[in-house]
């Protein structure tokens, strides 16, 4: 995963919002998504975003993409205690089909 | 749709033994992926098939590890002559072509000794 890099831990009170981030290199890459596994579980695909767009928004989560810069966030609103889990931001670089994660982002959510 | 499933879901074996694992995916699915994920990282491509046909194999997939689909559903992924480094969580994911989500199944953790 060192294409693509994420900070390793995030720690938020409940009802607070979380900013996870994540950085890519591949310029080419034309989807961008945002995973999440919870202990001893597999990976839950929450979103994706087309690298044409800029933002996108499911429910409480919000997506932005900074093309320029290659920085890729994820907004959670009103974290609940249930959001605790790791988050693996994710990336299909030019004309691949598989993906490219990063290690992966702890998110605490403290009661 | 059940979604993705993996068998077993747990694996502890001795150095040296073989192993093989099982992903059905999503019915209508007919592209599958085998990642590998160790402790404290992201998943890492091993192999993905498109129907029966293996497209790309990834250098992580040394001689030891083979994956077939042979009818194009479900998927085994073999490894030979196990070390310890093997132990991790294997995953499969599945997606449709032309179609951007992969889904991931359980995983199947695999201990060596």
């Known amino acids: 995963g060192e294409d693509v890099e994420q900070s390793l831990f995030l720690s938020v009170r409940e009802g607070d919002s979380s900013v996870i981030n994540c950085t890519y290199t591949?310029?080419?890459?034309?989807?961008l998504y945002w995973y999440k596994q919870e202990p001893g579980a597999g990976l839950q695909l929450l979103t994706y975003i087309f690298s044409n767009m800029d933002m996108k928004q499911d429910q409480r989560l919000t997506v932005l993409l900074n093309k320029k810069d290659k920085h890729l966030s994820l907004r959670i609103a009103d974290t609940q205690t249930g959001d605790s889990a790791i988050y693996f931001c994710a990336e299909i670089p030019g004309s691949a089909r598989q993906l490219t994660f990063g290690s992966g982002t702890q998110l605490t959510v403290l009661p | 749709d059940t979604g993705v499933s993996q068998n077993p879901r747990h694996k502890i074996t001795k150095r040296g033994q073989n192993v093989t694992f099982r992903c059905d995916p999503i019915?209508?699915?007919?592209?599958l992926y085998w990642y590998r994920q160790t402790l404290g990282q992201g998943p890492e491509f091993l192999t993905y098939?498109?129907?029966?046909?293996?497209?790309?194999k990834s250098r992580l997939l040394s001689d030891r590890f083979s994956a077939e689909r042979p009818k194009g559903s479900f998927s085994t992924l073999e490894i030979q002559r196990t070390e310890q480094g093997d132990s991790a969580m294997y995953l499969c994911?599945?997606?449709?072509?032309?179609?951007?989500?992969?889904?991931f199944g359980p995983g199947t953790r695999l201990t060596v000794t």
């Open positions: 994911a599945s997606t449709k072509s032309g179609t951007r989500e992969q889904y």
């Open positions: 098939f498109q129907n029966e046909a293996q497209l790309e």
């Open positions: 591949d310029s080419s890459s034309t989807y």
């Open positions: 019915s209508e699915h007919n592209r």
